[in-house]
């Protein structure tokens, strides 16, 4: 995978509200004409819902006593507490003729687990392994991200 992973990468950082930046992802996917790494780190509090949870599975008045926006991603997976200097969200974008590309949704992220566990290793966390197998859910993954188990994820 390593030769794959060889050329250039555009890297950006953006700083925002968490809705914000899931927002720039998709207008930086619009225009996209390589490589891209979108690193994110958002500016607010915020509970970032799934593309499939409804925003009622958040208790909107509870949230905002606690000064937590809320903010939705297009892409799956159950909510996100995000804020400042407590977390950073990368975004891979690949053009559908880089060789990178994988139509399979889920052996796509594969090769993104595997560049995690390298940068683990290179800072003395290595043992990683990166899941191959199928989505596995259970009782909270539909609420919460990163309960369940997907393809790519380091465990």
């Known amino acids: 995978m390593s030769g794959a992973l060889a050329g250039k990468w555009e890297v950006v950082h953006h700083r925002g509200e968490a809705g914000e930046l899931h927002q720039r992802s998709y207008d930086v996917l619009a225009d996209?004409?390589?490589?891209?790494?979108?690193?994110?780190?958002?500016?607010?509090?915020?509970?970032?819902?799934?593309?499939a949870q409804a925003t009622e599975v958040a208790d909107e008045n509870a949230c905002a006593a606690?000064?937590?926006t809320l903010a939705k991603r297009r892409s799956g997976g159950g909510a996100v507490l995000v804020g400042p200097d407590e977390?950073?969200?990368?975004?891979?974008?690949?053009?559908?003729?880089?060789?990178?590309?994988?139509v399979d949704v889920g052996r796509c992220a594969w090769w993104v687990g595997e560049v995690w566990a390298t940068a683990l290793a290179?800072?003395?966390?290595?043992g990683a392994d990166v899941w191959r197998g199928g989505l596995q859910r259970n009782v909270w993954s539909g609420l919460a991200c990163f309960a369940g188990l997907g393809a790519g994820e380091v465990t």
């Open 32 to 51: 996209l004409t390589g490589r891209t790494v979108l690193v994110q780190q958002p500016r607010d509090l915020s509970l970032v819902l799934g593309s």
């Open 122 to 126: 290179s800072v003395g966390l290595g």
């Open 66 to 68: 606690a000064g937590v």
């Open 87 to 102: 977390l950073v969200w990368v975004d891979f974008l690949i053009p559908p003729d880089d060789p990178l590309w994988e």
